[in-house]
């Protein structure tokens, strides 16, 4: 039976990100249905307001799919690395 490679890291960080952009397309379309902070009020009264929509998702999902990327690096990279184990506590027990 052939051994399996272990899956990339842009295997490994594509859930994150799609989550992330998932969770900020939510996010700003709450906002915008809720209308907090007058916010659908400001993109409809702009000139087209079907762009001033997209563009205002968009950089929400944008922005909620690299911090949720960066998250996932940082997760993946401990996962794999655990680092050293501190002998402090092994020196407290024997003193």
Known sequence: M????????FRRLLPHVAMGMSLG?????????????????????LEVPGLAIFT????????F????GLTGF?????EDNPGPVS????KADQG
Not at 2 to 9: D, E, I, K
Not at 25 to 41: E, G, K, P, S
Not at 65 to 68: E, L, V
């Open 65 to 68: 799919a690299a911090g949720a």
């Open 25 to 45: 397309i939510f996010c700003a379309l709450t906002l915008i249905v809720m209308d907090a902070a007058h916010i659908r009020a400001m993109l409809s009264s």
């Open 2 to 9: 052939p051994r399996r490679t272990p899956p990339s890291l």
């Open 56 to 63: 205002f998702v968009f950089a929400a999902s944008s922005l």
């Open 87 to 90: 002998r402090r506590d092994d």
């Open 74 to 78: 940082i997760f993946i990279a401990v």
